[in-house]
């Protein structure tokens, strides 16, 4: 059975060299062709589980191993995939998604003459994706982890002919670079500590292992974690990677991709539970992140920018619940995966707005829609409430489960992030309901004229409702005697933590918040019309809109020093270290133009010349003998 | 005695070379097909030749010739091959076929140009790259210290009328304009690397005059003098041989090349044309690398160590500063010379680390640094010759025009990048891992590199191939099937060598364990000691265990 | 000592009972290649005297070739004989020795002559002058350039046919330079071959006016520095009461001992020694044109005909060399640690005088006169050497050396535009487009001065640097390298100049040269790959001619 | 009286005439100075042979003679055959070729 896990990498990665080596011949039926491979990966995940389901809980780690990769001495790399409960849940969730995303976008690219390309570059991040959660060692991760960046990068700026877009493109792979940094220093770091990189070994040595050194590697980890997960400090990528089509912010910048940083997070518990300064790091930053989206995403008028910045938000949230050790891991997976649902049905719902819009994303130009796209505001209405976490639906169970465990943190650190974590609860209620009001609801502010806005074909449509079937009921299904947990704590272990409040109390602080953030919504944005141009807004919001100065930030220090620095530096290059080279061979000539002179052409001179040459000649003979 | 395959691999092209040049001016296109014909018959004798060898075998060197040449100099004609060689000859005899294809027309005359019986550009180019081969490989082959140093001086000599007599067709100023610069490119590389090889050549007769000194027969034979160095009868004084050493690395720095001593590569690889470009930086440069690997440490190990921390240091620089000035260059065949610039630092890194991670890893960035770089270069001169420019501001959007040809480009650039899954990854994070076992600072710095790689091509690729389509560049063919012909199989070598790089680590590894057991240096252990691996599929370890082995 | 004991009894003998006078006793077999040439030289005097114009030029070619060839062959008996190694003596009363540094150089001198006299006799190169094919020198040398007188030779289509017993004459004295064995045959032997050469300078056809000035300051100048050495000479017979070189050196070596002491002043005193050779060493500095010494080479080389050049730049250095070496080796050994500092300084600044100011040299045959001078410093080196290997070093690279120069001016003389040979370097632009061939040869004489490994300069570079290096002279090695560095740069220039540049409209053209002038060239190329591809069989001949008699 | 003192003549007469090659213009005077120098050297050997008391140097002046007497003939014939193209025997002026 195990042999099969190879099976769910190959599938789509054969898709992917089909379509992007296949060239013009496979144009018409390429996007079925991905499709197909999507589905078949999914089915044999599918399989695998059900196998795994049908052993007992510690015996269902499935292994297998293909070669030996880069065997040098005392390093040994291996390709070999590794499949438990973890790496299982993610499978189904990237395959699931991943296909349905497919469906969708056969239909969402139809007018686009180069969808077989787009086909292929899914079908490759499917590919790495799940090369990244099978692969057994940290370097074969590696290899996922820059590959699901390549084929972001590609995907982002898969409309290569706006500048925007390959803009974006690059500033993703870029800032994601940063954190690769941190991985590969980590891996270097296992690697001289532990002389393996293999998660067995590794995981299981942590014991022995200096608490320094672990930390070490646990913020490198963390560094990586940040740069794919889009987390503070390396988010800035994320907002500009809506550049990309929908299906693409849907399946790879709002359900998979960007949970890799909490997969390695989880995958990594071991080392985070021995180095509590490592841990706090990333409460710190799940914290930060979930509070920065969250406002981020009150600002922004771009209905998939707004929907980005909830994302950066929620990750935030799986970060903060991941930080929190064997309370939190669990609960960090299960909002990933019921955030995997609604957020993916989110943005496809915002992508079949767009696609009903002749893709405006302007929310101020949007309104009333409701009755255009029924469908879409259905699918849309359910998303927005399993997001907010509405009594019930999936999103409800998950980040309760979050809050309840910072809490558990105890101490003045459990107040601050469980009151952190309560605040953002609000805010997402708030900015959910801003976005759902200013697209559905309301009069409508586009030009009836030139915009015909209408319901997406099915081929749109079912996915959108699948996806939005999960968001209302996986959270339930999950939490149901706690079969999801139980689930996953062989591999990441779980305790019980013990909350200074009572569960009960949190789950009202919770539903209270909620109400606040949508009344307040409701106040500013349902009950008075929302002006077509943006209000010039109050400081923070200016702020929000740009991103929390972020970009300006990075601009100042990175772009233009860099910039700076590169120049001066070819300056240098010219002037000095060459400078150095041709100065020796041009005071060589001048060396030589100078003794040329001696060469009067008069014979007297030479003669003269030579009779000192003679003099010193003897001299220096006498002077050696000392006469 | 059996045939002389070593020899035959090197006269092959050298033969070639003669015939070729030997044809008439009118037989342009017969003088191609002959040169890429004795180009393959040398990449075939190259794969018998790795198939004859033997990693497992004991001897350092195998395949070996002796013959006696000049006995008043201690010179023997010997040749012998080691992994790293046998690797190293493989990549020169399978670059050359892919330059002389890519380089088909560069070397054709003017059309305006009055015909000249006498003048045959075309024969001479293809003929030079030939003879380049030919001596490349002979220096590969070398194991006696003067064999290797005739080869690697003389080889410049071709070179340096490949770099001036042959460059990018027009360009914005005239053609005058240009052949000045060429000259001047190709005046400052041969002064350059000749006077580091002269400054290598007293090193040479320094070597000559103490193992004349100590062995009372002076010798050049790099085996001899390593037995008798371990046996003890040969010890050469520390000053001595600290000078002796630094004679020898000056020239391998030089041709390697290592910042400071970098300035003429960039002017070389803007100035010709791109496969000359290649042949520079995938071949030439490599002797200079290789030579520190094969002479430098297994000669001086001593001052080889003694020398390691400052030659980290240059190499640290060489990294971020290619790197940084790659960023900042508007040529692109220039950005590219710097990046290779960078990456020759990494090569010189991972060699001084002294780890077997390390030099095995340098061992594969000579090789996979070698096919990346000529399928970026290569492709870049396909681009540029559409163009007649190379000023990356002259080009915008060709990925909408020419699908294909922006798409080898991207992989090649990715493969510059050392993208995970493409060949050139195995060897960076290998020479990042060697290095940050004994130097974890410089490793860390070093992997800034990876960042500043991602930054120059990916902004290369944004500015040349992506936005709105420019004027010049709308009706610009795609790649040409020769073309095609040239890129495909480097990309899937990249591939493969990036999934599978196995072949080659074992052919490098025993070498790499000789030069580091010659140099007295063992793998620093890992601090915690893990047992056995719970988690590990049992077919790993049969698999795993001779690598162990190896280690040993 | 036998030789000494001659001598001297000679001499009391003379002084007692004149009259009983025993005749000299001369090897004349061994001496046989010397003195082929000169009685051929003088009977090239003879046929200028008696045999007509038409027929001259064929019987002077015809006789000094064979002169030449048989010398040659003597010099081959003579080797093989064992005179180079175990029956190596000291022939004609000590006055010549014939040992095996004496037969090489003389063999290379002899070889280096034949090809010269190729170049010397060619006629194809400048046009035809009243549709008589002339040579490169003068129609009547004591004419008035482009006096009446001249411009009637040139018609009567006269041509100077004494070139060849002049030359012979020349080749004679060289032939006994390196193997003089007392000082006095050294200065006649140097002015013997002196003194022809002046008048070869003044002889050229084109740019008389170069060439006579070129004549006057190596006259003046010659003959100024052979003063010199002979005020040595004087100085170093007062120091030992005789001249030859083993008399003087038995002095030097075991100091004053049994001499009288009505000589204490003069015999054995040092003074007169060191000063005595130092200037005999300045004498022959002068004539291997090392620095200081070396300001006439520039201007006579250019001056010069350059077949004279070419002939100059070979031979004279072999024979100045050798004599250089026999001096050093054979009567100052004593000496070495006063010499040889000196000689290192000298060596020095000959090496990077020669190259630093070639750089900026804008005519090709200047530029090849300073390139010589820095060669004379590299093999300088290998003299300091003081070792056997330095001497077969030493004895390889000028027979390296000769063959290169001699083709280099030969290709020198085919460029040619209206004036005769065009030497402006920047006439040189673009040759490789319109006459590939003779511009690779030319290149490939320039990359064996540049001594680029796989020709000869680069073995002889290698020879003479493991020579010094290996006596401690390692500094002198390193000096060398940087002034081979700093020398190929000007290689190089001509290369580009060659190769890389457009070829100008009025550039000049190549000449078709006669079978001579090919061969002379071909011989050179070949010389010139086959000591660097196969060096061995030479260095041997060197390694067992590396022993002097004493 | 003691023979040294030709020596010192002997040494003096050289350094007139080199002096001498290096202060006149005229061609033949310089020439002249340089027999100078050589007859000096002859009166140096003759001095040192009648101290060491063999003949060596009487025989080593004859020939520095002859050998004198061939140098003029051929000096002679180079400097009048420039005189005569050129119209003046200052060495200076022979200066074309320098640098």
Redesign the interface.
Known sequence: MENLIALLVAAPLVGAALL?CGGKRLDRTGHWIGTLLAVASFAVGVALFADMLGRSADHR?M???L??????????A???F?LDQLSMTFVLLITGVGSLIHIYSIGYMEHDERRRRFFGYLNLFLAAMLLLVLA?NY?LL??G???VG?ASYLLI?FW??K?S???AA?KA??VN??G??GL??A???M??????F?????L??TG??SEG?LTAIGLMLLLAACGKSAQVPLQSWLGDAMEGPTPVSALIHAATMVTAGVYLITRSGAVFNAAPDAQLAVVVVGAVTLLYGAIVGCAKDDIKKALAGSTMSQIGYMVLAAGLGPIGYAFAIMHLVTHGFFKAGLFLGAGSVMHGMNDEVDMRKYGGLRKYMPVTFLTFGLGYLAIIGFPGLSGFFSKDKIIEAAFAKGGTEGWILGGAALLGAAVTAFYMTRVMLMTFFGEKRWDPKETHPHESPKIMTVPMIVLAVGSVFAGGLFSINESFVTWLEPVTSFAHGHSPVSATTVTASTIVVLLLGVGTAWLMYGRKPVPALAPRGSLLTRAARRDLLQDDFNDLVFVRG??H???T??QL?RSL??G??NGT?AS??G???L????????????????????A???A???L??G? | MSFPLLTATAVVPAVGAIATAALPAAKRTAAKWLALLFSLITFALALVVAFRFDPGAGAPFQLTESHAWIRDFGVRYELGVDGIAVALIALTTLLIPFIILAGWHDADPLEEATPNRRWRPTQGFFALILAVEAMVVLSFEATDVFLFYIFFEAMLIPMYFLIGGFGDRAGRDGEEEAAGRRSYAAVKFLLYNLAGGLIMLAAVIGLYAVTADQLGTGTFSLQQIVEARTAGTLNIGTGTERLLFLGFFFAFAVKAPLWPLHTWLPGAMGESTSPVAVLITAVVDKVGTFAMLRFCLQLFPEASSWATPVILVLALISIVYGALLAVAQRDIKRLIAYASISHFGFIILGIFAMTSQGQGGATLYMVNHGISTAALMLVAGFLISRRGSRLIADYGGVQKVAPVLAGTFLIGGLATLSLPGLAPFVSEFLVLVGTFTRYPVIGIIATLGIVLAALYVLVLYQRTMTGPVKAEVTNMPDLRVRELVVVAPLIALLLFLGVYPKPLTDLVNPAVQHTLSVVDKKDPKPTVQVNAVPGEGRHGHAANDQDVEAAK | MSSVASVHSLWTVAAGAPGKIPGPHIEYAQLSPTLIVLGAAVIGVLIEAFVPRAARYYSQLLLSLVALAAAFAAVIGLAAGGFGSSKAHIAAMGAIAVDGPALFLQGTILLVSLIAVFTFAERRLDPAAHGKRVDSFAAEAAAVPGGAAEQAAVKAGFTTTEVFPILLFAVGGMLVFPAANDLLTLFVALEVFSLPLYILCALARRQRLLSQEAAVKYFLLGAFSSAFLLFGVALLYGYAGTVTYAGIAEVVSDGAKQIDPALAGTMGNDALLLIGGALVLMGLLFKVGAVPFHMWTPDVYQGAPTPVTGFMAAATKVAAFGALLRLLYVVLPGLRWDWRPVLWGVAILTMLGGAVVAITQTDIKRLLAYSSIAHAGFILAGVIATSEDGVSSVLFYLGAYSFVTLGAFAVVTLVRDAGGEATQLSKWAGLGRRSPLVAAVFAVFLLAFAGIPLTSGFAGKFAVFKAAAQSGAGWLVVVGVISSAIAAFFYIRVIVLMFFNEPKADGPTVAVPSPLTTTAIAIGVTATLVLGLAPQYFLDLAGQAGVFVR | MNPVYYLYLAALLFTIGAAGVLIRRNAIVVFMCIELMLNACNLAFVTFSRMHGNLDGQIIAFFTMVVAAAEVVVGLAIIVSIFRTRHTASVDDASLMKL
């Open positions: 992007l780690a292994h297998q191993y070669f030996s990769w880069i065997p040098v001495g005392g390093f040994r291996d390709v070999a590794q057994d370097l590696y290899v982890w820059e590959g390549l700026g290569q002919h500048p877009a390959a803009t690059k792979f870029l670079r940063v690769d940094m590969s220093i891996i270097m770091l690697f001289t500590t532990f002389g393996t293999a998660f067995g070994p590794v299981a040595a022995a292992t050194k860099g910039t620095l590169t120049t530096l070819v290059d270290v060459d150095a080279v061979a060589m000539g060396l030589s133009s003794l040329r002179r001696l060469q009067t052409g008069f014979v007297r001179s030479y003669a003269v010349q030579m009779l000192g040459g003679a010193v000649l003897v220096a003979t006498l050696m003998r006469v």
